[in-house]
């Protein structure tokens, strides 16, 4: 789905322009995005399979829920939109934890490059895992993994075809981040 989005600069600063999402691909501009990884107090991470016919990396493992930012539309309020819409699940903004803004540049082809600045949160998963429900248009499946086995398949290049290949120090941060709260 085509939705407007906000236009970032080189250093992630909103310019006051909007652009079609799709135009931004096209054309490689900088949009906001979030990023949300849902943890348990017992150490296991949600991750989120991306969908089969996602534009970019179908199929493998991703952050527990992430999303574009609309066009004016407040960062929290993006964050709680998408974890409602992908796991059909309510958190409140006191849930959210911001750990950070990354820089991500994702040339993928010629028309398909993915600019982003991904504000980062974490949000304890406090509902039982089998009441979340999945967004079938956006989501293959859902699974609960060990932040251990996590941590040693992207961060110690075990199992990377696994995962959307995020940046080493993006996913030192969220493992670094959960391990704290535990």
Not at 73 to 86: F, G, N, P, T
Request: charged share 25%.
């Amino acid at each position: 789905m085509d939705e407007l989005v906000d236009r970032l600069d080189e250093e992630g600063n909103y310019t006051g322009q909007t652009i079609l999402k799709s135009d931004a691909h096209r054309q490689g501009i900088f949009h906001p995005t979030v990023h949300i990884w849902l943890y348990t107090n017992q150490g296991e991470v949600l991750m989120q399979r991306r969908g089969e016919f996602k534009d970019t990396y179908p199929l493998l493992w991703d952050v527990s829920v992430a999303g574009h930012i609309g066009a004016g539309e407040d960062i929290y309020d993006a964050a709680l939109r998408e974890v409602k819409e992908e796991i059909g699940l309510t958190i409140l903004k006191e849930d959210l934890t911001k750990i950070g803004v990354f820089k991500s540049i994702q040339e993928h082809s010629e028309n398909l490059i993915d600019n982003e600045f991904h504000h980062t949160f974490l949000c304890e998963l406090k509902a039982p895992f089998g009441s979340l429900k999945k967004q079938n248009s956006e989501v293959e499946a859902l699974t609960m993994i060990p932040l251990i086995q996590f941590a040693e398949e992207v961060w110690g290049l075990a199992n990377t075809a696994r995962y959307v290949p995020h940046s080493t120090e993006y996913y030192k941060t969220i493992i670094k981040s959960i391990k704290g709260r535990l």
